[in-house]
């Protein structure tokens, strides 16, 4: 995997290419962790556009990676996420890990400065009057 990380303000972009391995999602972790080192604030976007999904030889590291992200506030987006990628997102997601993904740039972007849904229970709506008299 190849990972290009591009900076705009506070917005750190990583351009993710290629085939997801082991090996490479330890490299992922650590250029994140190097970022967020020297700039704990940083909104970070992942784009999946150009990631290939190949097997299982890397997919529980980078996923443990990605769960550790969702914890930070902002939460972390992504965009271009592939059908493989958002069935395995959809298997780990829960409320802690909410695996978010947007479809492109400027939803990842809104999305950051958008209030965080509560979710509240829906009230049961009132019975309609009987017309029938």
Known sequence: MIMRAKQ??????????????????????????NILAKQPDS????????????????INHFITTMKQLLLLS??????????????IFNAYRTAKYPFVVHENMDQALIAFDAPELKKTK???????????Q
């Open 74 to 87: 902002p939460t972390p987006k992504m965009i271009h996420v592939s059908t493989e990628f958002d069935k």
């Open 8 to 33: 705009n303000g506070k917005v750190v972009v990583f351009e993710l290419e290629g085939h997801l391995e082991f090996e490479t999602t330890v490299r992922f972790q650590d250029a994140c962790k």
């Open 43 to 58: 909104r970070l976007v992942f784009d999946f556009k150009k990631l290939k999904f190949v097997g299982s030889s890397g």
């Open 122 to 132: 829906k009230k049961k709506s009132p019975e309609p009057p009987n017309l029938e």
